[in-house]
């Protein structure tokens, strides 16, 4: 009987760490692979997306498919674009993906996108000159403070070209959750693509 006594205790003992050290995998687990809140350190995304704001960023959807046009993503700037970016996590929209032809700009400062100006009401200012075709497996990323950000358009000199590989992203930023006062759902192009123009 003493035995088993003090197997009961053991294992009353042992249950609140095992459910600590569950709750603790699960979050980890949850962190790593389902969904994130990212700080925002920058203001390449403004008007978006403000210093200070916390994203919260998604990372399911890259599991099954590759970043949409027009979506707001978190990604590894190490070996993107120089040692600048090394170590960081960035955030821009994409713009062009996979065998996309992106030119900027027409004669009303708007993005072309495979012969089509783009309707960017979350843009301000105007993004360095480039003119590329987006390589296989990589993206063309821009903040939406075009003036100031440093982006795809801004490295286009650079060995890879400005792009960003796709296996560098880490999710979909959907939202802003923090400052309340800039809470909010991040717009996210649908499937007629409502950003080109007419």
């Known amino acids: 009987m003493q035995h088993n006594s003090d197997r009961q205790r053991r294992a009353l003992f042992a249950f609140p760490w095992l459910l600590i050290g569950g709750a603790i995998l699960a979050a980890f687990v949850l962190r790593a692979l389902v969904a994130q809140v990212y700080f925002v350190d920058s203001g390449s995304m403004r008007p978006s997306l403000a210093i200070g704001d916390r994203v919260f960023v998604e990372k399911l959807s890259h599991w099954w498919r590759d970043p949409q046009r027009g979506e707001v993503v978190v990604f590894d700037g190490t070996d993107v674009w120089g040692a600048a970016a090394n170590g960081q ?110």
Do not use: M
């Open 89 to 198: 996590l960035l955030t821009k929209r994409v713009i062009g993906v996979s065998g996309d032809h992106v030119v900027c700009c027409d004669d009303h400062g708007r993005i072309v996108r495979n012969g089509r100006a783009l309707i960017e009401p979350y843009a301000e200012g105007r993004s360095a000159n480039f003119d590329v075709t987006v390589p296989a497996g990589r993206l063309w990323l821009l903040g939406d403070d075009r003036a100031r950000s440093k982006d795809s358009g801004t490295y286009v000199s650079t060995a890879a070209g400005g792009s960003v590989p796709v296996n560098h992203v880490l999710g979909r930023a959907l939202g802003v959750v923090w400052p309340l006062d800039h809470a909010g759902i991040l717009g996210q192009p649908g499937t007629e693509d409502p950003h080109d123009a007419d």
